[in-house]
């Protein structure tokens, strides 16, 4: 029953996905300054690439949809897989990018504002996971890609809440 309530149109929700997203990584970069943490800078510039993915799946679910033409006699359903194959592209160049970043900072420690990482971790489960919800049960590859994307966000943002619980208790 729930999975039937949360099944939507899978252009809405990875419409509804985008715009909670680049959202979210406006208040996450502010955030981020203000904690001093590289981990929630990091986590900005990876929703960032969230954001321009979700934004192209958006557009591909839609393209997706066109009924066949002259051009393509099977439709148009095929390009829904440029958004899957773009999205896992965006998550593997960020990963990478984000290990280069806090490789100096393992040098080089700096303390972060623990308490305003433990605001913007809650804030980012519950974002990201309203995210994936209004994504999940899609059908196509490119819905399920985002979804995991979403939930891979989820789990990060658990893993910075757990540290900044740690730091509280620490400092």
Known sequence: MLKQAFRIREGTGIRQ???LNLGFTLFELV??????SLAILSDAVHDLGDSLSLGLAWYLANYSEKKRD?????G????????ALANAVILLTGSLFILSEAVPRLLRP???KA???ALLAIAGIVINGW???RVRGGKTLNARVVTWHLLEDV?????ILAVSVVLLFKC
């Open 17 to 19: 996905a985008f715009f």
């Open 31 to 36: 955030g981020g300054v203000m904690t001093n």
């Open 70 to 74: 002259r051009k393509y006699s099977y």
């Open 76 to 83: 148009y359903r095929r390009f829904s897989l440029l958004g």
């Open 110 to 112: 700096e303390h972060p």
């Open 115 to 117: 308490e305003g990482m």
């Open 131 to 133: 995210a994936a919800l």
């Open 155 to 159: 789990l990060g943002w658990a893993a």
